[in-house]
């Protein structure tokens, strides 16, 4: 049936709008069971981050994840699905609620990705209080999801359909954001002007306790490697700062994407006016058509003022035995768990650098094939901590974390990401981040210790760590 537009609904996709979900309500109404109809539209260019800081109210839930350098973003709020999960099961029943969608999803038209399903989960599987509302483990699917890959544009407008769902308001409310979207593209400039405004005008002050508080935890940790009850541990502080004024997404966003553009610059939102942001140069995994790819990055060093010295240090630090030992760690952890999942991982040595503007790493990208069957978040699960950001032992390592970090880490150092029906997926590991509300703001940093790590050295790279997110937000 086509429903023409009529004098009150002038609006140019009603009519095809209606004519597809009339066709989704009627299957609702055979089957008595709801259905998620996923619709998407073209757009012309438009900057999913300048969508973000416009269209959201202050209560929607929202995830924003983009990769400059990829070309890739995505602006999603308006959670048309948000639960959450705790507990030591919490990536299964996680997986589990994505997966009793997918019989019922409908996707007009046909297309390579999407929906998204967002999911955060906290580094412990329990969180000491709530911190900005975040539980260990949280599903959002929104009913706006505004996607760029590389020149193409899209709005995925999700809608759930019931066998009594009235459609005419469903209907207008999508054909007025597609047509809203579609004028939208002018007003991307408006980020502009904050790129512009580079200057640093706020620095944490490093040397506060925080930083002693840190050189105690790298000592006492050196004594237990020293003492053999573990080999690795990744020591985090957190550094909680008050100001008169609010800190602002929209100032530093813009800045963390075009200050680090390898990285994967993020924003997920709590309760209470509360986000997660950051830039984190680190990829957990990424799995599109079957092709998984993951990180394996530990190993730092600062980088070098001039290109002469830049390449020096950058050469120390592929030779650098105690950098290789913290390296090596991480990857065979990454290997091992990927092949006890039945994949067969690919990766070159010696690792390569990662340079990013304030910080060079240690890399190695690992790929694997995997099957349709395999899901993405059982082996985020099999993944997640790496001794990147736990230790080795795993298990002792994430009690000593337990024991000595004062502040519960929440989602600092956990997996950010999205999966989509067709089993594409993109996890990040949630460092380079900060936990902000209002006028405060919770920074993390950590450096992985070994038995020739020295206390004063680590502490330089926390504070060298800090700086993108320190800058960003000043
Ligand atoms: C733990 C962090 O970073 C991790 C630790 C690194 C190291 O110790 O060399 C390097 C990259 C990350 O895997 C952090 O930034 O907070």
Redesign the pocket.
Known sequence: MTVAPSRSNPLPHYPQIHQALQASLQQAQQANAERLVSLSFPLPMVDPLAVLLTYPQPHHRQCYFESPSRGQAIAAWDALICEHFSGRDRFATARQAIAQWQPRIQAIPQRPEGPYFFCSFSFFDTVATAIGGFAPATVLLTRWQVVRQKQRCVLIANVLIRPHSRLAPLARAIAEQVSQLQRFAPSARLLESHWGRDAVSWQPQLARPEGQQFQQKVTSTLAAIHRHDLQKQ?V?QAFDVTRTHPFRRDIALPRLRSRYPDCYIFSFSGEGDSHFIGASP?RLLSIRQGRLVTDA????APRGTTPERDRDIGQQLLKNPKEQQ?HQLVLDFIVNHLEAEGLHPCYSTPPGLLRLSNIQ?LHTPICAEVSPQTSPLRLVECLHPTP??AGVPMAAACDRIQQEETCDRGLY?APLGWIDPAGNSEFIVG??SALIQKNQARL?????IVADSDPAQELA?IQL?LQALAEALG
């Open positions: 990744v985090a680190e990055l530990a190993g730092s913290e790493h990147a950001v150092a460092i380079r993390f940093a950590g450096a992985g790279e760590k």
